[in-house]
């Protein structure tokens, strides 16, 4: 469902008005790369904090 609406949306923008929809086009490949580095910041962040919360928890785990 996902899919087709984004489908719908580009094609709406693509009829409403072409050259933005080919500017997004040629530029969404760049702009990604731009944020790769900070999606893998985000997703070494998560890690430590779930590791560090899983060893503070431990002890808890043999109350149950």
Known sequence: MRLFMS???WA???VLCWPIAVLLLVLYPLIWLILLPFRLLGFGVTL???IILAI???P???LK
């Open 56 to 58: 503070f928890l431990f």
């Open 48 to 50: 430590t904090l779930s």
């Open 60 to 62: 808890f785990s043999f």
């Open 12 to 14: 709406i923008l693509f």
């Open 7 to 9: 489908l719908v949306l």
